[in-house]
């Protein structure tokens, strides 16, 4: 059973950056996907990065529409750790960041995904 654990969240101004990790362990085969999605309030959850890694290289790397340019998605090599840097946070970036892992990369179906973590609150605010 895979698990993740979001972490890196915080409240910062308009402008700010900060980079979001997601631990995760139970992994059982080589070629996987983690994904970072979020969920703002009041609003529908919606995919903003992926990565796809295979024995041990990335493969592919997505990004939605809204945040190319701004975040950046990366796996530290030496543990099973995916992180999401953010630059030029804006308040329309509030929201609960949810990582999950699945088997191919996608921002825009959720439903490939089969294991997500709890979460982790960005509060962008003046």
């Known amino acids: 059973q895979v698990q993740l654990v979001e972490s890196g969240g915080g409240s910062v101004q308009p402008g700010g950056s900060l980079r979001l990790s997601c631990g995760f362990s139970g992994l059982t085969s080589a070629t996987y996907a983690v994904a970072w999605f979020r969920q703002a309030p009041g609003k529908e959850r919606e995919g903003v990065s992926c990565i796809s890694r295979q024995f041990g290289v990335t493969t592919t790397t997505d990004y939605s529409d809204p945040v190319k340019g701004r975040f950046t998605i990366a796996k530290d090599n030496t543990r099973n750790t995916v992180y999401l840097q953010i630059n030029n946070l804006n308040p329309g970036d509030t929201a609960d960041y949810y990582c999950?892992?699945?088997?191919?990369?996608?921002?825009?179906?959720?439903?490939?995904?089969?294991?997500w973590g709890q979460g982790t609150r960005v509060t962008v605010s003046s």
């Open positions: 999950a892992f699945g088997d191919s990369c996608s921002v825009h179906r959720a439903e490939v995904y089969g294991h």
